[in-house]
Structure formats: structure tokens, C-alpha cells
């Protein structure tokens, strides 16, 4: 399993970013998808979860109305929409996989699942 972020870098509060994140080495189409974050000096945090045909979403109450996730099974990548940015949407943006099924409200862990490396997103003026 390998999952690549890309998309990040450094935007002025109120701009956009799209993340994406190319999946490789499982059956994408049957996978439900996370995207999870952590701010600098705190916990990791999850921010989104798209069943495997897009159908189901979720999204932690910080960025509701302002981040959408999506998916191409086509092309076996996960996206994140982020609009109207805020400094604390800083952090390293993760996108994981395989993650036991529950909700947003139980944190993270880097033991259970396949995460990808990461990638920056950094809202500053």
C-alpha cells in the first residue's frame, strides 16, 4: 500500500488549496478514505471520511462549510478542497486508509492502518 500526498504549501488566510492524494498497491474503489491533520505542538486530528463510492462523507466540526472531500476511483486518488483558510488550519495534512471504522471523534493513530508521508499546508500573511 502507498499513499502519496501532494497540493500543499503556503497560502494567505481566506486563499484555497486542494490536496490530492494517489493511492497505489490495494482496490482503492473498495476502500473508505481519511484525511487527517496535525497543527504544530498538538495531537493528530481527523478531519474527513469518504466511503468507497463517495456516497458518505464526514468532516470534523472546525472545517464544515469550508473543506470538501472527493474521490476518482478511475484514477485511484482522494482529494481536499480547502477554501476560506484559517492560521489554524496549519499543519501536516495526512491521508490514510484501512483505518478501523469508526468516527472522527476517536484520534488518530500511525499504528492502525496505511498512511501517507504527509504534506504541509501552511496559512499565514
Known amino acids: 500500500v502507498q499513499l502519496v500526498e501532494s497540493g500543499g504549501g503556503l497560502v494567505q488566510p481566506g486563499g484555497s488549496l486542494r490536496l490530492s492524494c494517489a493511492a497505489s498497491?490495494?482496490?482503492?474503489?473498495?476502500?473508505?478514505m481519511r484525511w487527517a491533520r496535525q497543527a504544530p505542538g498538538k495531537g493528530l486530528e481527523w478531519v474527513s471520511i469518504?466511503?468507497?463510492?463517495?456516497?458518505?462523507?464526514s468532516y470534523v466540526d472546525s472545517i464544515k462549510g469550508r473543506f470538501t472531500v472527493s474521490r476518482d476511483n478511475e484514477k485511484s486518488t482522494q482529494y481536499l478542497q480547502m477554501n476560506s483558510l484559517k492560521s489554524e488550519d496549519t499543519g501536516l495534512y495526512y491521508c490514510?486508509?484501512?483505518?478501523?471504522?469508526?468516527?472522527?471523534?476517536?484520534?488518530?493513530?500511525?499504528?492502525?492502518?496505511?498512511w501517507g508521508q504527509g504534506t504541509q499546508v501552511t496559512v499565514s500573511s
Open positions: 490514510a486508509t484501512g483505518v478501523p471504522q469508526y468516527g472522527l471523534g476517536t484520534p488518530p493513530d500511525f499504528a492502525e492502518g496505511y
Open positions: 498497491g490495494f482496490t482503492f474503489s473498495n476502500n473508505y
Open positions: 469518504i466511503s468507497d463510492d463517495g456516497s458518505f462523507t
